[in-house]
């Protein structure tokens, strides 16, 4: 079992930063990759982000590239999402996840264990 708990969204003004995190606990974290993915109201969730255990191998969404970074830190088993220049359209609840591919893989159904998710909201 892995157990996932994001934190960092709120309110932000469009142009404006967050930073997401989210800490795992549970089974052994650092050899997994983790992701990050959003889903808007009346959408289907979608990909945001990937990074391998060692932090070197990351993917993102053509929506993310540019303006958000992952990166993890495993001595804190803590995934990381940089979210800059956010723009309204990024409103949705952010979700990270935990998959046992070896790629930095955008398929949701390789991942096992999902977060509770955060909200994050971008006014214009």
């Known amino acids: 079992q892995v157990q996932l708990v994001e934190s960092g969204g709120g309110l932000v003004q469009a142009g404006g930063s967050l930073r997401l995190s989210c800490a795992a606990s549970g089974r052994t974290f650092s050899t997994y990759v983790m992701g990050w993915f959003r889903q808007a109201p009346g959408k289907d969730r979608e990909f945001v982000a990937a990074?391998?255990?060692?932090?070197?191998?990351?993917r993102y969404a053509d929506s993310a590239k540019g303006r958000f970074t992952v990166s993890r830190d495993n001595a804190k088993n803590t995934v990381y999402l940089q979210m800059n220049s956010l723009k309204p359209e990024d409103t949705a609840v952010y979700y990270c996840?935990?998959?046992?591919?070896?790629?930095?893989?955008?398929?949701?159904?390789?991942?096992?264990?999902w977060g509770q998710g955060t909200q994050v909201t971008v006014s214009s």
């Open positions: 990074i391998t255990w060692s932090g070197a191998g990351t």
């Open positions: 996840a935990h998959s046992t591919a070896v790629v930095p893989t955008k398929t949701s159904r390789e991942y096992g264990y």
